[in-house]
């Protein structure tokens, strides 16, 4: 697995936690706010960790993405299909 992956400009860092039983690849960018304000990834950057949960998928890994506060973007990967 690459240590990191850029996907439309954003670079995702590998990140492996538990001794590797946790494995993750997250970016940080920009906060943007919805309506309600909420806080939540700008939108470039979401929509390259979708491809890069795509991308993984393709590859034969079971991959999730998700975001959290603070502009950051994660793609879980739970293992191989």
């Known amino acids: 697995m690459q240590e990191n992956r850029t996907i439309k400009g954003y670079t995702f860092d590998l990140v492996s936690q538990n ?30 960790a979708m491809r890069l949960e795509s991308e993984l998928i393709i590859e034969g890994y079971k991959a999730d993405a998700g975001y959290s506060e603070k502009g950051w973007c994660e793609v879980l990967i739970y293992g191989k299909n």
């Open 19 to 48: 001794d590797g039983d946790d494995k993750f690849y997250q970016c940080r960018g920009d906060v943007h706010y919805d309506d309600d304000h909420d806080e939540q990834p700008e939108p470039g950057l979401w929509l390259a």
